[in-house]
């Protein structure tokens, strides 16, 4: 038995030897990947990004108390825009995207445009979208600055026009 024990320990270090030589060039190829496939994956997560923010925008009214307000924008734009401008907008509430009557409201925003200005920063065009129940009544240009913050992608700025008057957030 004591012939064998040996034996057992040299087959087990070579097992887990090439099973950490499988893993090390699976995560080499994953390195790998084309340079290209990574921005359009990033672009997609920005695009998917943006859109889950126009989604919520319509839960977010921007005329409540200021602890509804607070609390309100908490669990619809946290984890999507940074808490640095979730502050910026509550001392503002006016200057936020959200909601302002119970007619129209905005529906979504609709992308027309991504650049990626580095590896960690996408800029955006879009309009909002506003209804009053199936029907669009107005498209207000927004422009959206998405970047890396830590491990997640947040919407760190944004530029509504609102006719002559621009207003400009941003980090």
Do not use: H
């Amino acid at each position: 038995m004591k012939k064998f024990i040996p034996l057992l320990l040299l087959l087990s270090i070579s097992l887990f030897g090439c099973m950490g030589k499988e893993s090390r060039s699976e995560v080499q190829s994953d390195k790998e990947q084309n340079p290209a496939e990574i921005n359009e994956s990033i672009e997609e997560l920005v695009v998917s990004l943006i859109e889950s923010f126009g989604n919520k925008l319509q839960n977010v009214s921007l005329l409540g108390p200021k602890t509804e307000l607070e609390k309100s924008m908490k669990e619809n734009y946290g984890g999507i825009v940074s808490p640095k401008l979730i502050v910026q907008w509550l001392k503002d509430p006016l200057s936020a995207p959200g909601r302002l009557t119970s007619s129209p409201w905005p529906d979504r925003i609709d992308i027309t445009d991504i650049q990626r200005q580095s590896d960690q920063k996408y800029a955006a065009k879009g309009e909002i979208v506003e209804v009053t129940g199936t029907e669009v009544v107005d498209r207000r240009p927004i422009q959206l600055f998405v970047e890396k913050v830590g491990e997640q992608w947040m919407i760190t700025g944004v530029k509504i026009n609102q006719g002559e008057m621009a207003i400009r957030l941003s980090m």
